[in-house]
């Protein structure tokens, strides 16, 4: 299983951001994926959540109505996009699978800062 996200940096608060997730080595239409964050000195929350095919969401409260996950099976990629970044959404962005074990990426790292 590999995992390589793709796509932070640094951006403006209001700013916006598309954050991408390869994923190979295992049949990712079968899979429900997540995008989860951690911030500097707190643990990693769940941000958002796509079942496998699409037909499910599901966000944190927190991101509501800012941040929309997407996901393409032909391409075997998931995708957060990120509308209206604040200082507070400043992580490391992961997107894990679980497979009876959980895999992660490497992360990609988000700072939304003026």
């Known amino acids: 299983v590999q995992l390589v996200e793709s796509g932070g940096g640094l951006v403006q608060p209001g700013g916006s951001l598309r954050l991408s997730c390869a994923a190979s080595g295992f049949t990712f239409s079968s899979y429900a994926m997540s995008w989860y964050r951690q911030a500097p000195g707190k643990e990693r929350e769940l941000v958002a959540l796509i079942s496998s095919f699409g037909s499910y969401l599901n966000y944190a409260d927190s991101v509501k109505g800012r941040f929309t996950i997407s996901s393409n099976n032909a391409k075997n990629t998931v995708y957060l996009q990120m509308n209206s970044l604040k200082p507070g959404h400043t992580a490391v962005y992961y997107c894990?699978?679980?497979?009876?074990?959980?895999?992660w990426g490497q992360g990609t790292q988000v700072a939304v800062s003026s």
């Open positions: 894990p699978v679980d497979r009876g074990v959980r895999y």
